[in-house]
């Protein structure tokens, strides 16, 4: 494996001063470091190697950790000065390559012989998000929106700034596939609406989920799945209730089962209450635990791989939820990230790795966002429930 740089090992373990449990601070650095956001997947070498971005030196590139030497590897070779990358930390399997944006070019870089190449070139007046993998390796998909910079004042990372005003503006938005052998693209769906978070399915090829961006309360209807054989979308989980809100969508690892939580409407600055849903995605099996309160304390994240094992990042802490023969208990409190939610991208995105045995999340507990990674207990009911 190549490597532009290479950092000794940052790796520091602490036992929880709550739950007791083992957290391992991956990163420490005086410069933001993320992992990959909870609908994405950047682990490879069979799970013993992690995609993270960081600022070092600043500048944000894509870096990469050991979990178990520590070591740490810079991929890209940004410098300081130049646009900053934006990257979906989504591995193609079948190419080994992670895709990222830079001043208005999709590259394609292999994480291995650290080749880089153009991809797509985004048209002028439009904005690309996303370059994530489908399932066949084939192609990535992310959504190609109208440029709204001249319209409206928009920094949704701190506080959703613009966040009403962007919607309401109606923008022309289409989905874009792109062969990562032919670098051929084409439109695969476009509205006049605020679209986001295109997230393709784990296993299959075929299937997608985007939302309608904007206020969760006003959208018509947020989480949608898309069928690329035939072309034609289709609502999932539509609201119950006048004003309920739904959201933080992302698929299950069987890549046919969609995670998503649930908010009651709020009025006259009442918190309201939250709890986390599953529905397949031609709307059957709904499974929606609504005794199972989330605490609605900041803004909220879930994560699981399935629907037994849950992990939301409301408050201080990175909670847990069990879910046994259909039944589920919970919260308790895996580990405190004791972060904050200002900036967007640190939040911590608790995300469950694939063997269920860590939870990895961002903190900004040191000052600068770093990395974490709790182990998860075999003993659900050993972890300590939460005080109500």
């Given at each position: 494996?190549?490597?532009?740089?290479?950092?000794?090992?940052?790796?520091?373990?602490?036992?929880?001063?709550?739950?007791?449990?083992?957290?391992?601070?991956?990163?420490?650095?005086?410069?933001?470091?993320?992992?990959?956001?909870?609908?994405?997947?950047?682990?490879?070498?069979?799970?013993?190697?992690?995609?993270?971005?960081?600022?070092?030196?600043?500048?944000?590139?894509?870096?990469?950790?050991?979990?178990?030497?520590?070591?740490?590897?810079?991929?890209?070779?940004?410098?300081?000065?130049?646009?900053?990358?934006?990257?979906?930390?989504?591995?193609?399997?079948?190419?080994?390559?992670?895709?990222?944006?830079?001043?208005?070019?999709?590259?394609a870089l292999n994480i291995f012989t650290l080749e880089t190449r153009e991809l797509y070139r985004v048209p002028a007046g439009f904005k690309f998000g996303g370059a994530r993998v489908m399932a066949d390796g084939k192609y990535v998909i992310g959504s190609l929106g109208e440029d709204m910079s001249k319209k409206v004042v928009q920094n949704l990372s701190a506080g959703y700034v613009g966040m009403r005003e962007t919607f309401e503006a109606k923008p022309d938005t289409r989905i874009l596939r792109i062969n990562v052998?032919?670098?051929?693209?084409?439109?695969?769906?476009?509205?006049?609406?605020?679209?986001?978070?295109?997230n393709p399915s784990p296993t299959q090829p075929n299937l997608l989920t985007f939302c309608h961006?904007?206020?969760?309360?006003?959208?018509?209807?947020?989480?949608?799945?898309?069928?690329?054989?035939?072309?034609?979308?289709?609502?999932?989980?539509?609201?119950?209730?006048e004003r309920e809100l739904i959201g933080h969508e992302y698929w299950l690892a069987d890549g046919?089962?969609?995670?998503?939580?649930?908010?009651?409407?709020?009025?006259?600055?009442?918190?309201?209450?939250?709890?986390?849903?599953?529905?397949?995605?031609?709307?059957?099996?709904e499974v929606e635990p609504d005794y199972i309160r989330v605490p609605r304390e900041?803004?909220?994240?879930?994560?699981?791989?399935?629907?037994?094992?849950?992990?939301?990042?409301?408050?201080?802490?990175?909670?847990?939820?069990?879910?046994?023969d259909g039944v589920y208990s919970g919260p308790r409190i895996l580990c405190m990230h004791d972060g904050a939610f200002f900036w967007g991208g640190h939040h911590p995105h608790p995300r469950v790795t694939a063997d269920g045995k860590r939870v990895v999340f961002n903190s900004t507990n040191l000052g600068y966002c770093n990395i974490f990674m709790a182990d998860v207990p075999e003993n659900f009911d050993s972890l300590p429930e939460v005080k109500k």
């Open positions: 494996m190549k490597t532009f740089e290479t950092f000794k090992s940052e790796m520091a373990t602490h036992q929880d001063r709550i739950s007791g449990v083992n957290v391992t601070r991956l990163t420490h650095w005086k410069g933001h470091s993320t992992h990959p956001y909870f609908t994405e997947d950047g682990w490879f070498d069979n799970g013993n190697k992690m995609l993270f971005l960081s600022d070092r030196n600043n500048v944000k590139n894509i870096f990469c950790v050991d979990i178990h030497s520590g070591e740490i590897n810079r991929l890209s070779d940004m410098k300081e000065g130049e646009p900053d990358l934006h990257c979906p930390l989504s591995i193609n399997p079948r190419t080994n390559e992670v895709y990222y944006q830079q001043n208005g070019v999709i590259y052998d032919t670098c051929e693209a084409d439109e695969i769906w476009q509205e006049y609406a605020w679209v986001g978070h295109i961006e904007g206020p969760w309360h006003l959208v018509d209807n947020r989480i949608w799945v898309l069928d690329t054989n035939t072309g034609k979308a289709h609502k999932i989980r539509e609201r119950k209730v046919t089962t969609i995670g998503y939580q649930v908010h009651s409407p709020q009025y006259d600055g009442e918190k309201g209450e939250t709890w986390f849903g599953f529905v397949n995605y031609d709307n059957t099996g900041t803004p909220d994240h879930i994560h699981s791989n399935d629907k037994d094992f849950i992990v939301c990042d409301s408050g201080k802490s990175i909670k847990a939820y069990q879910g046994k």
